[in-house]
Each structure stands twice: as structure tokens, then as C-alpha cells.
């Protein structure tokens, strides 16, 4: 009986050894499916490939817990994973932290503003600015003295900032592109973005704003015309490549620094946002930064985000990690079509 009984449980070992060894088979095929999803997602850019990560990671989640459960029992499970959660608070935000002097020390490149210095996916490592003034000067940022009513007005009348430069194609400036197929265009203007929303394509000339309407700016734009490197077909597009602030003409310099900042509920666009300075405007005894991203058009103002008050200024990059950052914008669900991957701006104008 007892060796009948003994048999019966080497069996049954057997069988759960042979299950256990099933499992982790098929973990390790999650696992390489997984890795696998998120490459061609990087490479390819395919939606329903990040899709597949997305779901991938969280059955490989749930599976590892399950079993974890299983085999050690679900307070010893949950003890495992807070003291996982706390070393990597420590080891990758707390001790970075503190060594880095910032509060956010690692953020992830989710658009493809800043082609082709950081790409979407990126790891940035941030630096804390203890000093905006003595930053600025240690980088030669461009610095314009404006007064309290000048800065007011101007955030008073954001609209008037809305605008960027297209290319018009007839003589009433209604027929207008941001981009150039053929040198064959009348000229280059400013149009207003909130009125080219609301009119109809044929009144387009309506939305124009003209240089004295300019004038009459705080910040007056200029325009020009950069290369377009694109997959299918190069080109040319319409861009901002200086300002003037008051009588301060700025040029944009790509050895600035690259910033990130937090937007506010005013701002068009949310979320953090990983640009370069442009310029910097000292209103009193405070700075406001005006950035703009290498592969943008225009700056961040004229797309409705306000000048950035140094205080949501979370630091500047000192360092990027390729490719590293994907996992996080899957697990975040930012798997879709990003604009503006499909091209990049060249730096030198034509």
C-alpha cells in the first residue's frame, strides 16, 4: 500500500514538473514574441504591433503573478513586489533625484519634435536649474528685458500669437501650403490659425496677418524656407527660423539647451514637453523661456503653449538613452501615429 501510495506521488510530480515546465515554456515564448513586438513596433512604427506589446505585457504580468502566487503564496508575492517597487524608486528616481537636482531626473521622448537630436522613445537624463539667470548667461541664451505691461499684454492677446508662415500661390494670398513642392509660389506670409480653422478655403486671404499687424507685437516672427528629408518624397517647408523681441533680433541656435518643461490647463499642448531654447524674456525679477523643436515649424508660443515660467522648468538634458523608452509609451497606451516621424527638417535654410 505504501509503495502503491508512493508511486501515486511521484506521479504526481512528475506531472506538476511537467506542467511547470509547459508554463515556463510558454513564458519564454511570451517573452520573445514580446521583444519581438516591441522591435518591429520601433522599427516600423505599426500600430497593431504595439498593440500586440501592449496586451503581451500585461498577460506576461498576470501570468508571472499568478504563478508567484501559486508557488509562494500571495503575501509573500505582495512583500516581493513592494520591496521591487521601492529599490527601483531609489536606484532610478529618488537617489537621481537627489544627485541631479531635480525632482524628475528621467523623462521619455514621445513625439518627433526634436528630430534628428532625440527620437521618439528616447530616454532624456535631466539636470535641475537651481539659477535661471546664471544658466542662461552660462549658455548664451539670448535674454530680452520686457516690461510687466508688455508681458501682460501680450498673454492678454495669445490669439495674436497663433499664426505661422505658409506659402501662398496667388496674388489674394488665398491659395496657401506649408509645404513646397515647386519653387513656382508667390510668397511667404503669416496666417492666423485660430481663423484658418473657422474659414472656408476660398477666404483663407482673410486669416493673413500682415507685418503691421505685426508691429504691433511683442514678438515679431520671420520666415523662411528649410529642405524636408521624408521617406517618400523630399521637399521643402515654410518655418520660423529668428524673432525679434523688442528690437532684439534672435536667430535660432541649435547649441542651446534642451529643456523639459510642465505645461499648465492653458496651454494647447499638455503633458511634458522635451524642447530647445529659443530665447528668454526677464519680466521684473522673473525669466519666461520661449522654446521651439528642431523639427518643428515654429515655436511653442504660436502654438498656443504660454511662455514657460522658470519654475515649471523640470531641468535640461544632459544625457539620452536610445530606444529605451518604448516600453514606457506602450505601457502608457501612446501607441498611435505620431506627426511629423515621417520627416525631418533640415537645419540649414535654402
Same mark, same amino acid.
Given at each position: 500500500m505504501m509503495i502503491l501510495k508512493?508511486? *501515486?506521488? &511521484?506521479? &504526481?510530480?512528475?506531472?506538476?514538473?511537467t506542467a511547470k515546465k509547459g508554463i515556463n515554456k510558454l513564458i519564454y515564448l511570451l517573452y520573445i514574441v514580446l521583444v519581438l513586438c516591441i522591435i518591429g513596433y520601433v522599427l516600423s512604427g505599426i500600430v497593431l504591433l504595439g498593440l500586440a506589446a501592449f496586451i503581451l505585457i500585461i498577460a506576461v504580468i498576470a =501570468? &508571472?503573478?499568478r504563478l508567484s502566487v501559486k508557488s509562494e503564496g500571495g503575501?509573500?508575492?505582495?512583500?516581493d513586489i513592494i520591496v521591487a517597487v521601492v529599490a527601483a524608486v531609489l536606484i532610478f528616481w529618488l537617489i537621481p533625484a537627489a544627485v541631479l537636482q531635480t525632482g524628475s531626473p528621467i523623462n521619455v521622448v514621445?513625439?518627433?519634435s526634436m528630430l534628428p537630436v532625440l527620437?521618439?522613445?528616447d530616454v532624456v537624463v535631466l539636470h535641475g536649474i537651481s539659477n535661471m539667470s546664471s544658466f542662461l548667461a552660462l549658455h548664451k541664451i539670448p535674454v530680452a528685458n520686457v516690461s510687466q505691461g508688455e508681458f501682460n499684454n501680450m498673454i492678454n492677446n495669445m490669439q495674436n500669437e497663433f499664426i505661422e508662415p505658409f506659402a501662398y500661390f496667388n496674388n489674394s494670398k488665398s491659395d496657401i501650403s506649408p509645404v513646397i513642392d515647386?519653387? *513656382?509660389y508667390s510668397g511667404i506670409g503669416f496666417y492666423n490659425l485660430a481663423c484658418l480653422a473657422q474659414e472656408p478655403t476660398a477666404r483663407y486671404n482673410q486669416c493673413y496677418v500682415s507685418n503691421a499687424s505685426q508691429q504691433a507685437s511683442l514678438i515679431k516672427y520671420n520666415s523662411s524656407i528649410a529642405k524636408v528629408v521624408a521617406p517618400q518624397a523630399n521637399g521643402s517647408i515654410v518655418y520660423v527660423p529668428s524673432i525679434v523681441i523688442g528690437n532684439i533680433p534672435i536667430a535660432e541656435n541649435y547649441s542651446n539647451p534642451i529643456i523639459v518643461y510642465k505645461t499648465t490647463k492653458d496651454d494647447y499642448f499638455t503633458g511634458? =514637453? =522635451?524642447h530647445r531654447v529659443f530665447a528668454a524674456m526677464k519680466v521684473g525679477d522673473n525669466y519666461y523661456l520661449l522654446t521651439k523643436g528642431d523639427n518643428n515649424a515654429i515655436l511653442d508660443i504660436e502654438s498656443l503653449n504660454y511662455p514657460i515660467n522658470s519654475s515649471d522648468v523640470l531641468g535640461y538634458v544632459i544625457a539620452d538613452v536610445p530606444y529605451l523608452g518604448f516600453p514606457s509609451l506602450i505601457i502608457k497606451g501612446q501607441i498611435g501615429n505620431v506627426p511629423g516621424c515621417n520627416q525631418t527638417i533640415v537645419r540649414n535654410s535654402i
Amino acid at each position: 500500500m505504501m509503495i502503491l501510495k508512493a508511486k *501515486s506521488h &511521484e506521479q &504526481e510530480n512528475q506531472k506538476a514538473q511537467t506542467a511547470k515546465k509547459g508554463i515556463n515554456k510558454l513564458i519564454y515564448l511570451l517573452y520573445i514574441v514580446l521583444v519581438l513586438c516591441i522591435i518591429g513596433y520601433v522599427l516600423s512604427g505599426i500600430v497593431l504591433l504595439g498593440l500586440a506589446a501592449f496586451i503581451l505585457i500585461i498577460a506576461v504580468i498576470a =501570468i &508571472e503573478f499568478r504563478l508567484s502566487v501559486k508557488s509562494e503564496g500571495g503575501m509573500k508575492t505582495l512583500t516581493d513586489i513592494i520591496v521591487a517597487v521601492v529599490a527601483a524608486v531609489l536606484i532610478f528616481w529618488l537617489i537621481p533625484a537627489a544627485v541631479l537636482q531635480t525632482g524628475s531626473p528621467i523623462n521619455v521622448v514621445a513625439s518627433c519634435s526634436m528630430l534628428p537630436v532625440l527620437h521618439r522613445g528616447d530616454v532624456v537624463v535631466l539636470h535641475g536649474i537651481s539659477n535661471m539667470s546664471s544658466f542662461l548667461a552660462l549658455h548664451k541664451i539670448p535674454v530680452a528685458n520686457v516690461s510687466q505691461g508688455e508681458f501682460n499684454n501680450m498673454i492678454n492677446n495669445m490669439q495674436n500669437e497663433f499664426i505661422e508662415p505658409f506659402a501662398y500661390f496667388n496674388n489674394s494670398k488665398s491659395d496657401i501650403s506649408p509645404v513646397i513642392d515647386t519653387v *513656382s509660389y508667390s510668397g511667404i506670409g503669416f496666417y492666423n490659425l485660430a481663423c484658418l480653422a473657422q474659414e472656408p478655403t476660398a477666404r483663407y486671404n482673410q486669416c493673413y496677418v500682415s507685418n503691421a499687424s505685426q508691429q504691433a507685437s511683442l514678438i515679431k516672427y520671420n520666415s523662411s524656407i528649410a529642405k524636408v528629408v521624408a521617406p517618400q518624397a523630399n521637399g521643402s517647408i515654410v518655418y520660423v527660423p529668428s524673432i525679434v523681441i523688442g528690437n532684439i533680433p534672435i536667430a535660432e541656435n541649435y547649441s542651446n539647451p534642451i529643456i523639459v518643461y510642465k505645461t499648465t490647463k492653458d496651454d494647447y499642448f499638455t503633458g511634458d =514637453i =522635451i524642447h530647445r531654447v529659443f530665447a528668454a524674456m526677464k519680466v521684473g525679477d522673473n525669466y519666461y523661456l520661449l522654446t521651439k523643436g528642431d523639427n518643428n515649424a515654429i515655436l511653442d508660443i504660436e502654438s498656443l503653449n504660454y511662455p514657460i515660467n522658470s519654475s515649471d522648468v523640470l531641468g535640461y538634458v544632459i544625457a539620452d538613452v536610445p530606444y529605451l523608452g518604448f516600453p514606457s509609451l506602450i505601457i502608457k497606451g501612446q501607441i498611435g501615429n505620431v506627426p511629423g516621424c515621417n520627416q525631418t527638417i533640415v537645419r540649414n535654410s535654402i
